[in-house]
């Protein structure tokens, strides 16, 4: 019974590279919610998605950062040109349809992003 | 304005001993869940407890428990007996409106625990 599945656990990159970070949600989970965490930090929210649907995006930069949940396959977070700033851990988090009866979050282990 | 606030950066408590984790939070929608998750050195979010702001009753869970004091705003998890494998990091976290809502968390910035021998 899997979890949410998140990869690459670890992410190196250079300055001025991409980084995509790639989240599974649990089985029979259609809401998934991004999450990045700075080092000393609690969670901020990014941004939440349903199949095919941004939902909230209110917690995302408006510029790099995108985030799709495609039809079939995992949801995707995007990161175009990163800076240092960027380095964090970002967490996945899936619910399920139409959000169970606390609207506990799932969360995967988490993708750990260093920039260079 | 924060929503979650954990004023305890963090704490100490003997092996065996109960401990505190404060959480204080704000919202004016009348629906709301509060959740604690634990993250251990290893990273990972672990749910803990979850209180509802309808449940006439604390949440309790194993040897964790909420106190949940609305009037205050308040949602204090207490870990009774502790253990050695409790050191870690732990984030109050709270969901407004109700929880089919497909609504967000809102985490606290976090309390770290050491548990001593």
């Known amino acids: 019974n899997a979890g949410v599945m998140q990869n690459p656990r670890h992410l190196v990159r250079r300055r001025g590279q991409e980084a995509r970070l790639r989240c599974s949600p649990m089985k029979g989970h259609s809401h998934v919610y991004w999450y990045r965490q700075l080092p000393e930090e609690g969670l901020k929210f990014m941004v939440y998605l349903q199949k095919e649907n941004i939902i909230d995006e209110s917690g995302m930069p408006k510029e790099r950062f995108s985030a799709e949940f495609p039809k079939e396959g995992p949801s995707i977070l995007r990161i175009q040109q990163v800076v240092r700033g960027d380095s964090a851990a970002y967490f996945c988090?899936?619910?399920?349809?139409?959000?169970?009866?606390?609207?506990?979050?799932?969360f995967g282990e988490g993708s750990r992003l260093t920039v260079l | 304005a924060q929503k979650i606030t954990q004023t305890q950066p963090g704490m100490f408590v003997q092996e065996k001993e109960a401990v505190t984790l404060d959480c204080t939070y704000d919202t004016s929608d009348p629906s709301y869940g509060l959740f604690w998750y634990k993250q251990p050195s290893s990273g990972e979010m672990i749910f803990l407890i979850y209180?509802?702001?309808?449940?006439?009753q604390n949440a309790t869970e194993g040897r964790y428990s909420l106190n949940f004091q609305k009037a205050r705003k308040s949602a204090n998890l207490v870990i009774s007996a502790s253990q050695l494998g409790d050191s870690a990091m732990y984030f109050c976290?709270?969901?407004?409106?109700?929880?089919?809502?497909?609504?967000?968390?809102?985490f606290g910035k976090g309390t770290s625990l050491l548990v001593t021998p």
């Open positions: 976290a709270m969901r407004e409106g109700p929880g089919n809502s497909g609504y967000a968390l809102n």
């Open positions: 988090a899936s619910s399920p349809q139409p959000g169970g009866n606390t609207g506990e979050l799932f």
């Open positions: 209180q509802g702001s309808y449940d006439q």
